[in-house]
Structure formats: C-alpha cells, structure tokens
C-alpha cells in the first residue's frame, strides 16, 4: 500500500508578485493559462488532475487520499467557475504543492471579491462556489494584481496524510 508522496523540488514558476500567506516552498509549481481559453473549467480540472497524478495524489491509495484529490479537483471547478461567471473570465491557474499543502490560485480580470453568500441556504440554487471553498480549504483568499488589474483568489489544502 502506497501512501501519497510530496511534491519533489522541482520547476518552480516565477512568484506573482502579489502573495498572501507563504505559499508551499521547496515544492513544485504548474501553471495553465485559460485566457480566453474556451471550456476553461473542464481544462483547469484536468490539468490539475494531472498534477496530482504527477505529484502521486492519484490514484488514490485509500479513502482518505481519494477524498483529498476530489477536494482539490472540486475547489478548482469552483474557482475558476467564479472568475467565469464574475471576473470577466479566468487568466491563470497556479497549482502548487509540498508535503503538507497544496495551493491553488486563479488569477482573473474582475474587480469584485468573491465572498461566501451568508447566510447560506443549501437548498437555494447557486452561489455555493465560495462557501464549498472555504468549507474544503484551510484558508483563502483574494491578492489584487500587482499591475492594478484584477486579482489572483487563492485557496489552500491539505496533503494527504
């Protein structure tokens, strides 16, 4: 039985510019530009996925590793659905991983910040992408661009243990 491995040091992109709280360090970085790329939610799932299998999150060697690649791949969705839907569309998709965490980040155009709805109502349809985030995550947050236009959400998870 395999136990999910760390990222191994490696190809690390440039930082953003823009940082909330310390990123993985010592790990590795992938990014995706999504540009207006055309079924932008679906290429960012995959491209992640691929990360994991990479980084040895998939296949999932039992269930509680299983459910912490799901959580990746749904955060993903979530956010990048957002900046479709509210940001005037998604620029970028940062993933990045060490032995404790992986962090996701998407940088749009928008100027609004996304905030769970409150209060949330589960049988409402809609507006749930923020509220699953904060729910799966440890934290996140949103880091205006550096160059003044739009932003960088970002979210953070936890490493199969």
Not at 25 to 43: E, F, H, K, W
Not at 107 to 124: C, E, N
Request: proline share 8%; glycine share 10%; hydrophobic share 40%.
């Amino acid at each position: 039985m395999s136990s999910a491995r760390p990222c191994s040091p490696g190809d690390r992109g440039p930082e953003s510019g823009a940082t909330a709280p310390a990123r993985p360090s010592n790990g590795q970085t992938r990014r995706l530009a999504l540009i207006d790329a055309s079924g932008a939610v679906p290429r960012a799932r995959d491209f992640a996925r691929e990360a994991l299998r990479d980084w040895g999150w998939l296949p999932a060697a039992n269930a509680d590793q299983r459910a912490a690649a799901e959580d990746v791949l749904l955060v993903v969705s979530e956010l990048v659905t957002n900046a479709c839907l509210h940001a005037e569309g998604p620029e970028e998709l940062r993933v990045s991983c060490d032995a404790k965490s992986l962090r996701l980040e998407v940088r749009d155009r928008g100027a609004g910040t996304p905030a769970p709805r409150t209060p949330h109502r589960a049988g409402r349809p809609g507006g749930h992408g923020m509220f699953i985030v904060q729910r799966l995550c440890l934290d996140w947050g949103v880091v205006r661009n550096a160059d003044g236009a739009g932003k960088t959400v970002w979210a953070e998870l936890a490493a199969p243990g």
